[in-house]
């Protein structure tokens, strides 16, 4: 099957991607950019996969759900805490000592992946089902 490669997907889009952003974006295109790469890890992906589908968790709980060691699971964390996709919460418990931390998904976080990763997943599924010959 041949396709028209020439053809652009949308028709409004600006010629240079910086214009892309309003003038009052808060982000550059290098911050998306670096959010983007950040998901593109599959651990990472699964920590704010589970952040964004199951709330705030501890790195424990983190590293109990994917088998993760904590020093690999703080690494993993840290490189989602930088380009905003999570953020840290400490607080202390009732009863304990110290500070009890967790991490949950920020908009950032929620957008990256419903509307990113998860999004590419779901049209797969649907471009699949779509040419699938054996429904027919």
Known sequence: METDQTRSFRDDAPDDPEDLL???SVLSPDEYLAMHAAVGHRTRY???YRLVHSGEMSPKELEDALEVDGSTMHYHLNE???PGLV???QRTERGQN???T???ATVFGRVTLTDGVDELIRGEQAFEA???SSNK
Request: hydrophobic share 30%; glycine share 4%; net charge negative.
């Open 22 to 24: 309003s003038d009052e």
């Open 46 to 48: 699964e920590i704010l």
């Open 80 to 82: 989602l805490v930088d």
């Open 87 to 89: 953020e840290k919460r």
């Open 98 to 100: 110290g500070l009890y």
């Open 102 to 104: 967790y991490y949950r």
């Open 130 to 132: 779509m040419y699938d």
